[in-house]
């Protein structure tokens, strides 16, 4: 079943659909599948054939609480299938968590967790981190705290990439090679 939702999601991206046409294509094709796939589970769930402590009941208990937020993608055009795009994104969190040991405090690690965050959400969404953090450590002192969400990559690069505030040095040297 997982393989035909994701076979839906292929005929999608071949034929170029967006917006209202992919959404009705997923209602048409993918939504009786994840109907079937949820009566799969509660069937399985109620059969009663496993014990509790079984890997497999769990994993049928973690899809069933999780039904609302999975079938999200079915009406939402814009939300993916799945979230790999996130974890390849944030693959390098985890990845340089042993440097975390090398921090001396809690509080030193929040603060690269954070800076880790930011730079992954810049990759997620296609921003230069460098020009993104200039310009944000420009301008957050100026910017209304009421519009700080304005402030995050995302609404960032629809607002200020074009013309980002730079820094001094930048000026001074003609300008700073992309650091991206």
């Known amino acids: 079943m997982i393989g035909r939702l994701y076979a839906v999601e292929k005929t999608i991206r071949d034929e170029g659909l967006i917006g209202e046409a992919k959404r009705q294509r997923r209602q048409a094709d993918a939504a009786p599948v994840m109907r079937r796939l949820f009566e799969w589970v509660d069937e399985n769930i109620q059969a009663q054939a496993f014990l509790p402590s079984n890997p497999f009941l769990k994993a049928l208990g973690y899809i069933q609480e999780r039904k609302d937020g999975l079938m999200v ?8 299938i799945d979230t790999n795009h996130v974890e390849r994104v944030i693959r390098a969190i985890p990845m340089g968590r042993k440097n975390g040991t090398f921090c001396w405090t809690e509080l030193g690690a929040q603060q690269i967790a954070i800076v880790q965050s930011l730079l992954a959400t810049c990759r997620l969404h296609d921003v230069n981190p460098y020009d993104y953090l200039v310009d944000v ?4 002192g100026e910017h209304p705290q ?3 969400h304005e402030l995050t990559p995302r609404v960032w690069k629809t607002l200020f990439a074009d013309k980002p505030m730079r820094s001094d040095l930048h000026h001074a040297h003609g300008g700073i090679k992309d650091a991206g």
């Open 137 to 140: 450590l420009q301008r957050v």
């Open 73 to 80: 993608y079915l009406d939402d055009p814009d939300v993916p």
């Open 146 to 148: 009421a519009r700080v």
